[in-house]
C-alpha cells in the first residue's frame, strides 16, 4: 500500500479511536475495542480477511506514525518478526489404555489368579503392548507463558 492509502486508514482510525474514546497501546492492543475499529475501518478498503497479524501491522503502523498527517514524513511500516513461545500447562487426563500381554502359564489363567500374581510382582500389566488409548476427559488445572525468545 501507498503512503497516501495508509494516510488515510490511519486518519480513519485516529478518527475511530478518538470518537469512541479507544485508548491504544502495544500491550493491550488485541482488546476487543481496538480490533473492532480496525476491522471496522479495513472494511472500507476492502480488507476484510484479517487475524492477528494484519490487526498488528495496522496496531503498530498506528503507534510507529503519531504523525502520519504531515505529507513530508515518510510512513513507518512495522517489520513482521518471529518468535519462539514456550508455554506450560497442566492438565489431568482421563483416559483407559488398553494392553495386551502373552503370557505362559500351567495353571488355567483367571482374572483372580493374575490379581495374586500382580500382587507378587509376577504380573504386571504396564508390561504388556499397548494396542489402544483412547482419551475420553481432560482438565486443565493452571497453564502459563514460561518464555518468548524473538528468532527473526
Known amino acids: 500500500m501507498s503512503d497516501k492509502v495508509l494516510r488515510l486508514i490511519l486518519s480513519s482510525m485516529r478518527e475511530k479511536f478518538e470518537e ?7 500491550h493491550d492492543a488485541y482488546a476487543a475495542e ?3 475499529i480496525i476491522d471496522d475501518v479495513l472494511k472500507y478498503f476492502s480488507i476484510t480477511d484479517t487475524n492477528y497479524e ?4 495496522f496496531i503498530m503502523l498506528y ?8 505529507p ?3 510512513i513507518e511500516r512495522p517489520t513482521l518478526k518471529t518468535y519462539e513461545v514456550t508455554h506450560d500447562e497442566e492438565i489431568t487426563v482421563y483416559k483407559t489404555i488398553t494392553y495386551l500381554s502373552e503370557i505362559s502359564s500351567y495353571i488355567p489363567l483367571t482374572k483372580g489368579v493374575l490379581y495374586d500374581m500382580g500382587s507378587i510382582s509376577e504380573y504386571e500389566y504396564w ?5 489402544n488409548e483412547n482419551t475420553y476427559d481432560s482438565d486443565v488445572s493452571s497453564d502459563d ?4 525468545k524473538q528468532i527473526s
Open 54 to 57: 494484519i490487526w498488528g501491522f
Open 20 to 26: 469512541d474514546r479507544v485508548e491504544i497501546n502495544e
Open 127 to 131: 508390561d504388556g503392548r499397548i494396542i
Open 145 to 148: 507463558i514460561t518464555n518468548i
Open 63 to 70: 503507534l510507529y506514525n503519531p504523525d502520519f498527517h504531515y
Open 34 to 36: 481496538v480490533i473492532t
Open 72 to 74: 513530508d514524513i515518510k
